[in-house]
C-alpha cells in the first residue's frame, strides 16, 4: 500500500484499490486521537504519551472495535488501518481506552463479534483490567482508620495478658480508650484483652453479636463523649470489663436487646438516661447510674426513679442523691465509691448486701502516661491554671488576682479566652497565643494533651477555682503530677483537696441554681460556691508565703493520697463486679424458666445449705460454749472439799508460825 493513502483517507478521501474501507477506520481512529487529548481536533493539542505494555494493548483492542463498528456501516479497507491505529495506539492512555469503549461498545453489531473476535475479547479483558486497578487504587487511598474505616484499634503498651500494673491501673489503656472515645464518633469501644487493643468500632456484628455479652455496657452517645465523661467511661472499661455504646440513633435496639437481654447485661448510665435505651423496669432488667450529680436535673426524674442501682464518686453527691431518691419513692441502693463505703436506701436485699461491701475510689489518668516527667520534679515556684472549656473554673476572678500583683510568678493559663488586658500582663502566659476573633477576644486553639500533660508535670502549684464539680478531674491529675493543689472550699473539691495535701479557698457564698433547667438535687443542699478575686489571691498569697520545701511537701502528700485511692480501687473492683453480677443472677432467677432458671435455682439451693450448715456450725459452737461457762460456774459454787480445808488452815498455821519469829 502506498504510504500516502493514509493520509488522503484521514483528509476524507476515498478507499485506496488494495484496501476495502481504509476511510472509516481512519476516522475512528482520528476520533480515538481526539478523545485521548480531551475532545481536542485531530490536528491540535498535545501530543499522547508514551505508556507501557498494558495500556498499548488495551489501546490497540479499543481502536480495532472502533474500526470495526465504523466498518458495520461501509465496507472498507481496515487492515492498514488498524496498523496505524497500533502505531499510534503505542503512545495512548488508559483514559482514552476507556472513553473509547464507552462511545463504542454500545454500538457494536453482532457482525463485530463474527470479524473481530480477539479484539472483543481483548476489549473486555482490557475493562475488567482496568476496574481492578482503580478498585485496588481506591482502597489504598483510604486513610487507615479514617472515617470510612469500620474499625480502629490502638495498642495499649504492655496490656496483655493483663491490663493491670502491680499495685496499679494501667494509664495508657485509660488513655487509648480516651482517645477512642473522644474522637466525635458514634461508635463501639471496648478492650480487647486477647489482643491488648482497645478497639473503636462501627460494625454491630462485631462489637455486639460476635462477642460475648459484658456484664455492664455503658450507654453514652457521642454528643456527651467529653474528656470527662470519656474518662469515666474508661475507668468501668478497664476495671470493670464493660463495653462503651453509641447513641440510640446509631445503635440497633432490637437487635441489641436480642443480643444482650437486659437481664446478662447492666445497663450503665454516665449522663442522662434516654427512654430508648431503658428496658422495662422491675425484673428484666438492672440499671445504673453514675451521675454528675451537679448535672441532674428535674426533668428526668421519671427516669430515675426507674435506676436500681446509684454509684456516687462523692461524699456530697451519696448524701444528696439519697435524700433525692426518698422524695421519688425510690429503693435505689445508693453507694459511695470513695475511700469508705457507705450505703444508703433500701433496695433488693443482695444488691444492698454486695454494696455494703464495695470499697473503691474514683481516679484520672496519671499525667506521666502522656508526657515524661521532669528530672528533678515539679517547679512549685510555677503556677498552672487549666480552664478548659468550661465557664465555671473563676478563671476572671483569678486573672483579676494576678493582674494585681505583677510581682507574683508567672501564671500559665491553659486554653484562655480572654480580652487584651491580661494577654498584655507580663507574669501571664499563655501557651500557643490565640488568633483574633473579635474586638478584644482571641481565639485559643486545645493545646495537644501531651503538652498539657508536660505542664502539668513541670507546674508545681495547681490552682483550680472550681465553682462546682461531679468529681474533679483536673484536681485528680494535679495530685497525681505531685503538685500543690490550691481548689475551693466546697464539696466535691474539698473532698480530694485538704489542709493536708494543699490550700482552700474561702467561698464567698454557697447556693444552688435555681434554673433553668432546674437542677435536681439543688433543694437538698448548695451545689455551687462562688469565689472572689480577693478570696483567691488570700490563698495564693499563703501558697507564696510557704518555703520551696513545704510546697514540696504538700505535693508529695498530694501524690500518696491519689495513689493510695488506686490502690483501693484496685482491690476491691473484685466486689463491685460482684454487687452487679449478684443483681443480675436475681433477676434472672426472677425471669425463672428453661435450663438458666433450673441452674440458678439449684445454685441458690446450694447456697442455702451452705449457710444453714454455716448456722449450725455457729450453733455448735455456741452451746459448747455455754456448756462450758455453765461447769466453770458450777465448779465456783460447790463448796470446799476436806482436803481444802486441811490445806487451808495448815497454810494458815505456817502464816503465823513465821510471823512469831
Not at 470479524?115 to 486513610?143: D, I, K
Amino acid at each position: 500500500m502506498a504510504s500516502g493513502a493514509p493520509a488522503s483517507a484521514a483528509a476524507g478521501a476515498g478507499p485506496a484499490a488494495d484496501t476495502p474501507s481504509s476511510a472509516a477506520v481512519r476516522a475512528a481512529t482520528a476520533h480515538a486521537n481526539g478523545l485521548g487529548r480531551g475532545g481536542a481536533a485531530a490536528g491540535g493539542g498535545p501530543r499522547w504519551r508514551a505508556t507501557r505494555g498494558t495500556g498499548r494493548a488495551a489501546c490497540r483492542a479499543a481502536a480495532a472495535a472502533a474500526a470495526a463498528s465504523r466498518a458495520s456501516a461501509s465496507e472498507s479497507d481496515d487492515v492498514d488501518a488498524l496498523s496505524e491505529v497500533s502505531a499510534r495506539g503505542s503512545g495512548s492512555t488508559w483514559a482514552s481506552s476507556l472513553k473509547l469503549t464507552d462511545a463504542r461498545l454500545g454500538a457494536t453489531p453482532p457482525r463485530l463479534l463474527r470479524r473481530h473476535p480477539a479484539a472483543v475479547v481483548a476489549l473486555a479483558l482490557a475493562a475488567v483490567a482496568a476496574a481492578a486497578a482503580l478498585a485496588t487504587l481506591l482502597l489504598l487511598a483510604r486513610p487507615a482508620g479514617g472515617p470510612a474505616a469500620a474499625e480502629r484499634r490502638l495498642r495499649v503498651p504492655g496490656s496483655a495478658p493483663h491490663p493491670f500494673p502491680p499495685g496499679g491501673v494501667n494509664d495508657g489503656l485509660l488513655a487509648a480508650v480516651v482517645a477512642a472515645c473522644s474522637d466525635g464518633e458514634d461508635a463501639y469501644v471496648y478492650f480487647d484483652r486477647a489482643a491488648g487493643d482497645v478497639v473503636e468500632s462501627r460494625d454491630f456484628g462485631a462489637a455486639v453479636a460476635a462477642r460475648p455479652c459484658p456484664q455492664v455496657d455503658i450507654m453514652l452517645p457521642a454528643e456527651h463523649r467529653s474528656i470527662g465523661l470519656c474518662t469515666d467511661a474508661a475507668i468501668y472499661i478497664a476495671l470493670l470489663g464493660a463495653r462503651l455504646l453509641p447513641g440510640p440513633e446509631a445503635l440497633p435496639l432490637a437487635r441489641y436487646a436480642a443480643a444482650c437481654p437486659p437481664s446478662a447485661t447492666a445497663r450503665l448510665f454516665l449522663e442522662g438516661a434516654p427512654e430508648a435505651w431503658l428496658a422495662p423496669g422491675g425484673p428484666g432488667a438492672l440499671h445504673v447510674w453514675v451521675p454528675n450529680f451537679e448535672n441532674a436535673v428535674a426533668s428526668d426524674r421519671d427516669l430515675h426513679a426507674r435506676m436500681q442501682l446509684v454509684l456516687c464518686k462523692a461524699r456530697v453527691c451519696e448524701r444528696l442523691v439519697a435524700a433525692y431518691l426518698q422524695t421519688l419513692n425510690s429503693s435505689a441502693p445508693v453507694v459511695f465509691t470513695g475511700a469508705s463505703a457507705r450505703v444508703r436506701g433500701g433496695g433488693h436485699s443482695s444488691l444492698r448486701r454486695a454494696a455494703a461491701g464495695a470499697v473503691r475510689g474514683h481516679t484520672a489518668i496519671d499525667p506521666a502516661a502522656l508526657a515524661t516527667p521532669p528530672a528533678g520534679g515539679p517547679d512549685y515556684g510555677s503556677f498552672l491554671h487549666v480552664r478548659g472549656k468550661s465557664e465555671l473554673k473563676h478563671t476572671a476572678q483569678l486573672l483579676d488576682c494576678w493582674a494585681r500583683h505583677p510581682d507574683w510568678p508567672a501564671l500559665t493559663v491553659i486554653n484562655l479566652t480572654a480580652t487584651k488586658k491580661y494577654l498584655a500582663a507580663g507574669n501571664i502566659f499563655v501557651p500557643r497565643p490565640g488568633i483574633p476573633d473579635g474586638p478584644g477576644w482571641p481565639r485559643f486553639d486545645p493545646l495537644p494533651r501531651a503538652e498539657l500533660a508536660a505542664l502539668q508535670l513541670s507546674s508545681g502549684v495547681h490552682v483550680c477555682p472550681s465553682e462546682r464539680e461531679g468529681y474533679g478531674l483536673y484536681l485528680a491529675e494535679g495530685r497525681a503530677a505531685g503538685a500543690l493543689v490550691v481548689a475551693t472550699d466546697h464539696a466535691p473539691m474539698n473532698e480530694q483537696v485538704t489542709p493536708a495535701t494543699g490550700e482552700l479557698i474561702r467561698p464567698e457564698r454557697r447556693f444552688s441554681q435555681p434554673g433553668p433547667p432546674l437542677p435536681a438535687l439543688g433543694r437538698f443542699g448548695n451545689i455551687s460556691a462562688s469565689v472572689s478575686a480577693e478570696g483567691i489571691c488570700e490563698a495564693v498569697g499563703r501558697v507564696l508565703a510557704m518555703p520551696p520545701r513545704r510546697r514540696a511537701e504538700l505535693g508529695a502528700a498530694a501524690r500518696a493520697s491519689f495513689l493510695e485511692e488506686r490502690r483501693l480501687l484496685v482491690e476491691a473492683m473484685a466486689r463491685v463486679r460482684g454487687l452487679i453480677g449478684e443483681g443480675l443472677r436475681e433477676l434472672q432467677r426472677a425471669e425463672g424458666g428453661g435450663e438458666a432458671g433450673r441452674a440458678l435455682a439449684k445454685e441458690q439451693q446450694q447456697q442455702q445449705q451452705q449457710q444453714q450448715q454455716q448456722q449450725q456450725q455457729q450453733q455448735q459452737q455456741q452451746q459448747q460454749q455455754q456448756q462450758q461457762q455453765q461447769q466453770q460456774q458450777q465448779q465456783q459454787q460447790q463448796p470446799p472439799s476436806t482436803t481444802r480445808r486441811l490445806r487451808d488452815w495448815w497454810r494458815r498455821r505456817r502464816r503465823r508460825a513465821l510471823m512469831r519469829r
